[in-house]
């Protein structure tokens, strides 16, 4: 994976609209969400939480979070943003493509925007699945956001590995069920046209 120096210096000379995925409206997002049971204390697990305005209004509507990136400098701004909220936040300083250290909580709702399609390496992505596998409770959910196939081969001077709804659904496994599925373009803050697969599963109870 892209090394935590690289993220570091892009979230230490930047400003959140500066960066070319900051996403002010998180419709999208709750827009899948929406399909969810409701459930007020619900644990999400954010890789890649950045200083992103999805922490705030998931905050917002009472979940737990635990907030993972592999930049110290990303939540460093977004602790100084959102305070520590002890008791309802984990922070956690990691490359989700490593194993997740111990006595980190198992999640309900794990939602990835835009952090899987910087893996490249095999080991990595499979790493990242074991992750997602191992921290979702039985019946809990995945919401991943990832370049299309149509989508740019670049982010943040990075390459990228996109990803089909097949590539995906066949990654998760059987051990997680298709809920639903959709292209969205997203417009970055400098107009251009990102295009993105959403895919929300939900884990088996078996």
Known sequence: MSTSKHWNGIFSTKNDHELGWYESDTSQTFKFLDLIPKNETTTVFLPGAGTSVLVDKLLAKGHQLILNDISDEALHKLKKRIGENKGRLTWLHHDISSPIPSGIPRSDIWIDR??????????????????????????????????????????????LHRYSIEEITARMGAEFDLIKHEDYTFINPFGDSRPYIYALYRKNNG
Not at 130 to 145: D, M, T
Request: glycine share 10%.
């Open 114 to 159: 835009a952090v899987l399609h910087f893996l490249l390496e095999e080991s990595d992505i499979q790493g990242y699945f074991a992750n997602l596998h191992s921290s979702i409770h039985p019946g809990g959910y995945a919401l991943l956001a990832e370049f299309s196939t149509t989508g740019a081969q670049k982010c943040a001077g990075l390459e």
